[in-house]
């Protein structure tokens, strides 16, 4: 594991290519490291100047007599290799490129040679054009960013709470999240911009940040992982030691630039596997910068929820009915209070408020106590798992509840999380924060914020990997009767089916399978038959097979001249029954990934799937069907009968059990449509893709 302690607190910095005007970015390092107080030693290089701001400047790093513990380089792109080079000659273990003029500008080259000085030399390098680091705690900013200049007025209070860490591809998103979260006086730990990711990459950052103890909660602002194996170690280590992390993940779309067989890779767009991989691993996604910092503010701050009922508490009827109806979209339930707890509550009341759920106190109840005793009520409760304050905080004088009430009200460790529908004022900030409470002016961060606490903290199950499965040695993609050689090869049963390759062995096939038959053309070039008019059901006689082999492959010829046929597969018309999709594929970066969803003709009309990474064991796959608006067709819909559930959980998980253990060989595999009945499920149709 990479040690980056002595990257992120060096107790030496050298600034190759520092210079004296603080509005310039060669200047405003010197100007940031010295002006935050920064403890150790400080050591300008540039041969055009002798002294700095009024430290002694040096005109190479080999020239200066003292260990440096990093190198931070400011220099053009054309003289930053030879640069490093002086570096490792002079011992210095870690450096931080700043400058630009990269592989971002096209440059792939020079950049290779960065890579390479790591590789032969060992220093650990972030970059370049990377916009550096703030070390909170330790009062270390090698950044140019203006948001960690000394404020030249009064500062918010840094509250009580675990200090935030953040890692950003994009130096100014995280500099940006971290001013955000100061603006509500939130702690930090560290903000780390990684630039081109060169050699250190986020993935090293963010297993840094995992395992330090100063770090309470992390936020990754990714564009990509450049280093796979190392995120999933670092996300699994969050998960099992109970780590909040939160990720906000941008770039563009793959779908348009991978050509895809199956409709299961097609509806997978880029946030697809993110989203997956972040959902195992129990990363909670923000959509924003002020939803990510609103989660990491109640992360940080308020303890986790027990489960997701919600009581709101408001001044203002509606505000709260307006927080209610917020608190639900983000997937919170907001119950009935029980009638006990209502009548308590209702004899702090006034007669025009309200004891259910949203508690109405009104604003009266600021005066007399009841919004503090009610809360505390809710608090003290079993009814409910947090509780959101909707109050009015612009006063300058008073606010809704004083630092006092608000230490009282959190030794119940139950969270509470508390909405302004005015903007705050600085009297708000600064008293809820010196009690270790985050005031939100925003709704839908705060609702965000409130189901963060209550998303759910439990590791997934650990799944023996099975054993290698059997793949042919061919690559693209198969035919339907080829992928249903390697279920069938695999352990995964499959209705009775023949291939015919001559018409003249087409009745003994059918008779030996039995009337009603369909009738579908193979090819390795067909995976869609059906638009090719590869297809055809509900044979009934030998006349009717003859028919319709003539009109398949006159059909086929006519779609697609340059397909040769395989031959036709024949099968048995399937029972009725609820037709679901079971697909998969092989993501690069995190692995293979399980669907299900509606199936037939219409998955990619409605888009009805669930996902996970594989393997997963029978209560995941469950859980997968009851995500599904479909499922309460297998429930037995309007009397209709149950699916059999356990049959297709188990195709499930032997399917994802396959996909785990073809490491890769398998790019894309889809059953579609499988059919579920009353008893068991058949799989009508198969697709596997080959590397």
Excluded at 27 to 54: L, T
Excluded at 258 to 283: D, K, L
Excluded at 463 to 478: D, E, M, Q, R, V
Aim: hydrophobic letters at 50%.
């Amino acid at each position: 594991m990479t040690d980056l302690a002595r990257f992120l607190n060096p107790r030496s910095i050298a600034i190759i290519g520092a210079a004296p005007d603080p509005t310039k970015i060669r200047g405003a390092i010197q100007h940031m490291v010295i002006s935050n107080n920064y403890s150790g030693s400080v050591y300008p290089v540039n041969p055009s100047h002798r002294v700095i701001n009024g430290v002694p400047c040096h005109a190479k790093i080999t020239e200066i007599d003292a260990v440096i513990d990093l190198a931070v380089v400011v220099l053009p792109a054309r003289l930053v290799p030879e640069s490093l080079e002086s570096c490792a000659a002079a011992g210095v273990p870690n450096a931080i490129i700043i400058s630009s003029g990269f592989a971002e500008e096209g440059n792939t080259g020079l950049q290779d040679r960065i890579a390479g000085i790591a590789a032969r030399t060992g220093m650990r390098i972030c970059g370049p054009n990377a916009e550096g680091f703030y070390n909170a705690l330790d009062g270390v900013a090698v950044t140019f960013s203006p948001t960690v200049a000394p404020a030249s007025g009064p500062q918010l209070p840094i509250m009580a709470g675990k200090p935030i860490g953040v890692v950003a591809q994009s130096g100014g998103m995280g500099f940006a999240l971290y001013h955000r979260g100061r603006a509500l006086a939130l702690p930090f730990s560290h903000i780390i911009s990684t630039g081109n990711e060169v050699h250190l990459t986020a993935a090293d950052f963010f297993a840094h940040l995992v395992d330090d103890e100063r770090t309470g909660v992390i936020l990754l602002f990714l564009e990509s992982i450049r280093d796979p194996a190392r995120f999933r170690a670092a996300a699994a280590r969050a998960q099992a030691i109970g780590k909040p992390v939160i990720a906000v993940k941008m770039g563009r779309s793959e779908a348009g630039i991978r050509a895809t067989a199956s409709h299961t890779a097609s509806m997978a767009g880029w946030h697809t596997a993110y989203r997956t991989a972040f959902r195992h691993y129990g990363i909670l996604e923000a959509t924003d910068p002020d939803e990510a910092v609103a989660m990491a503010a109640a992360l940080a701050t308020a303890p986790r929820a027990a489960g997701t009922r919600v009581a709101v508490v408001t001044l203002s009827g509606g505000a709260g009915a307006w927080a209610a109806d917020a608190l639900a979209a983000a997937g919170l339930q907001l119950p009935e209070l029980p009638a006990d707890l209502q009548a308590d509550i209702a004899t702090l009341l006034p007669s025009y408020g309200t004891a259910r759920n949203p508690v109405d106190v009104t604003a009266q109840a600021v005066r007399d106590g009841g919004l503090y005793q009610s809360i505390e009520k809710l608090l003290a409760s079993d009814a409910v798992d947090q509780v959101f304050a909707v109050l009015s905080l612009a006063s300058e004088t008073r606010t809704s509840l004083s630092a006092d009430e608000l230490r009282a009200l959190a030794a119940y460790r139950k969270p509470l999380l508390n909405y302004t529908y005015a903007l705050p004022s600085r009297l708000a900030i600064e008293t809820f924060a010196g009690a270790g409470a985050v005031v939100f002016a925003g709704l839908r961060e705060a609702a965000a914020a409130a189901a963060a606490l209550a998303a759910p903290t439990r590791p997934p199950v650990p799944i023996a990997p099975a054993g290698a499965p059997l793949l042919p040695a061919i690559s693209g993609a198969l035919s339907e009767a080829e992928s249903r050689e390697l279920l069938a090869a695999n352990g995964i049963a499959l209705p009775p089916a023949r291939l015919v390759t001559r018409a003249e062995d087409l009745a003994a096939a059918a008779a030996e399978l039995g009337y009603p038959l369909a009738m579908k053309a193979q090819s390795r070039a067909l995976p869609h038959k059906t638009e090719a008019g590869g297809v055809v059901l509900g044979l009934r006689d030998a006349a009717g097979v003859r028919d319709a082999w003539q009109r398949i492959h006159a059909a086929v010829a006519a779609h697609a001249p340059d397909v040769v046929l395989q031959g036709v597969l024949l099968c048995p018309m399937a029972e009725d029954g609820v037709e679901m999709i079971i697909g998969g594929l092989f993501d690069p970066v995190f692995g293979a990934m399980l669907s299900v969803g509606a199936g037939g003709t219409a998955t990619e009309l409605y888009q009805d799937v669930a996902w996970r990474l594989a393997p997963l064991d029978g209560d995941a796959a469950l859980a997968m069907l009851r995500e599904l608006r479909c499922f309460r067709l297998l429930d037995g819909f309007r009397g209709a009968p149950r699916g059999d559930l356990a049959a297709l959980a188990e195709l499930l998980v032997r399917v994802a059990a396959l996909l785990h253990g073809a490491g890769g060989r398998i790019a894309e595999i889809e059953l579609n449509p499988v059919r579920v009945h009353p008893r068991g499920a058949s799989v009508l149709d198969a697709l596997a893709v080959l590397r």
